[in-house]
C-alpha cells in the first residue's frame, strides 16, 4: 500500500515527540558551535532548480567549518572533479542542509538554510590550507537546526570496526571506474587517483 497523503503517514507514525520538536534552534548555539569545531565531516544536500536533489560530502581537519556569527557558517571549498553539482544548485536554488559527523559520537547535528559562494580574495586566504586558499567559500545562513539522535548510527555500528562489512571481493573505485567508462584502464585510474589524492588536496 502506498502512503499518499499526510492523513495515511500519520496513521501508520505517531505525532513527533515534545522533545524532538522543542529542540530545533534557528541559530547555532554553544553545544552547536562546539560540535561543528569538532566535526571532520559534513554531508551537503542541495538540490537545482527543478528540485532533482544531490548529497556530496566535505572533509577536512576538525573545525573546517566555521560558524562566524549564531546563524552564518562558511564551507572553505577545496580540489575536487569539478562538476560543480552543489554549487551550480546553490545559484538556481540556494536552498541547502548539512549534516555534521563527528567520529565516536553517535549523535548528529543538522543544520538547514540558504546559501551563497563568496569568492573574496581576503575571505579565501583566511580559509588557507598549506598556503593555498580556498576556491570558494559557501556562506550558509540558518534557519533550523538541531541535533539527531543516535539510533541511526547505533543499528549501524558504523563506529564499531569489528561490525565493518568485509572488503573482499568488493571493487575499487579504480576497478569500478575501469568497468563504467570505455577506453580507460585500471591502472590508468589508480595513476590518476594517486596524483590527485597526493598532490591536489588543497
Not at 549501524?156 to 567508462?181: C, H, M, N, Y
Request: neutral net charge.
Amino acid at each position: 500500500m502506498e502512503i499518499a497523503s499526510l492523513t495515511d503517514l500519520r496513521q501508520i507514525y505517531e505525532q513527533p515527540t515534545e522533545l524532538s520538536v522543542r529542540k530545533e534552534l534557528d541559530h547555532c548555539d554553544k553545544h552547536c558551535r562546539d560540535f561543528i569545531g569538532r566535526s571532520p565531516f559534513v554531508a551537503v544536500s542541495t538540490s537545482d532548480a527543478d528540485g532533482w536533489p544531490d548529497v556530496s560530502p566535505r572533509g577536512d581537519a576538525p573545525g573546517f567549518i566555521s560558524v562566524v556569527e549564531d546563524k552564518v557558517l562558511h564551507l572553505p571549498d577545496r580540489p575536487g572533479n569539478n562538476r560543480l553539482d552543489s554549487f551550480q544548485n546553490i545559484i538556481a536554488n540556494p536552498r541547502i542542509a548539512l549534516l555534521f559527523l563527528v567520529p565516536g559520537r553517535l549523535e548528529t547535528l543538522r543544520v538547514n538554510g540558504t546559501a551563497r559562494l563568496l569568492t573574496d580574495p581576503a575571505l579565501l586566504a583566511r580559509h588557507a590550507v598549506r598556503n593555498r586558499p580556498a576556491r570558494a567559500v559557501v556562506e550558509i545562513t540558518a534557519r533550523s537546526v538541531y541535533f539527531q539522535c543516535g539510533k541511526a548510527v547505533v543499528r549501524s555500528a558504523v563506529w564499531q570496526k569489528e561490525r565493518w562489512p568485509s572488503l573482499d571481493g568488493l571493487a575499487t573505485f579504480a576497478e569500478a571506474l575501469a568497468d563504467q567508462i570505455k577506453g580507460i584502464d585500471k591502472p590508468e585510474v589508480e595513476t590518476r587517483l594517486e596524483t590527485s589524492y597526493r598532490d591536489k588536496l588543497y
